[in-house]
């Protein structure tokens, strides 16, 4: 494959390096996130939208809510956000990207220090990571959702928005565990965690069984998962 190099990215292109394991980031406070000690670093801001619904898939799968993450340019998941500017706040940061990156109608839904849900930081990249949710109705979901499609940055950084199954399937891995086996940006499947206990979203035993069984399949069947004859 040709390498062709990061070019202007160069600056920013270790912060999104994979690799990083739950350890490496620690939870800290918003307001010592702001402090001294983190003023050299880069910060990031990223923000859950959902709503919660009652639909069932075939009588049987509780769809609980419907959330937005979104297919990154990188072939990641994530959520929606971004960089923050320098001298731009974390909570203008992720309303700025939310309008580019899915046409968030900052009029009406525009994200308040209140939705701030966490805030990480990552000592070996220097970088802060803010995590912000916001709940609305169904039908503010589905518009907020049609519109992604007319988004400026849709089509390039953003090649789609998904919904995450929450619920497990049958045979026990496929639904959330499945979905936990993705590859993810940053931190963005434990923030995907801690927004369904945080907003109650799930109960805390049913998230337990989806990380167990997603990480018992990752363990047991990594090997073949997904793999067709053209790829040995
Ligand atoms: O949803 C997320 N949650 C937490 N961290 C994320 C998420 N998406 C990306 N990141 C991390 O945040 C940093 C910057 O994010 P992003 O790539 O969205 O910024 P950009 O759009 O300004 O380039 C990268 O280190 C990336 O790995």
Same mark, same amino acid.
């Given at each position: ?135 609305? %109705? ?19 950084? %953003? ?64 090997? %073949? ?8």
């Amino acid at each position: 494959m040709t390498d062709i190099g990061w070019g202007n990215l160069a600056q920013y292109e270790h912060y999104g390096r994979v690799g990083d394991i739950k350890e490496d980031f620690d939870i800290i406070s918003y307001e010592d996130s702001k402090g001294e000690l983190y003023s050299s670093f880069k910060h990031a801001s990223h923000a859950m939208l959902f709503a919660r619904n009652d639909t069932v898939l075939w009588d049987l799968y509780k769809s609980r809510a419907a959330i937005m993450m979104q297919m990154r340019f990188d072939g990641l998941l994530g959520f929606p956000g971004g960089l923050v500017d320098p001298g731009e706040n974390p909570l203008d940061g992720v309303n700025r990207e939310l309008e580019e990156e899915i046409g968030l109608d900052l009029c009406k839904h525009k994200l308040q220090n209140s939705d701030q849900v966490v805030s990480f930081v990552n000592k070996s990249k220097n970088l802060v990571l803010h995590f912000y949710g916001k709940e609305v %109705t169904v039908n503010d979901f589905s518009e907020i959702e049609m519109k992604t499609l007319s988004a400026p940055d849709y089509g390039n950084e %953003t090649l789609g928005m998904i919904r995450p199954p929450l619920y497990t399937m049958g045979d026990g891995y496929r639904g959330l565990p499945a979905f936990l086996s993705n590859s993810y940006a940053g931190n963005s499947r434990q923030e995907l965690l801690i927004g369904l206990q945080h907003f109650k979203i799930l109960e805390q035993d049913e998230i337990e069984k989806a990380v167990d069984s997603w990480k018992t399949f990752m363990k047991t069947n990594r090997q %073949t998962c997904g793999l067709t004859n053209t790829d040995s």
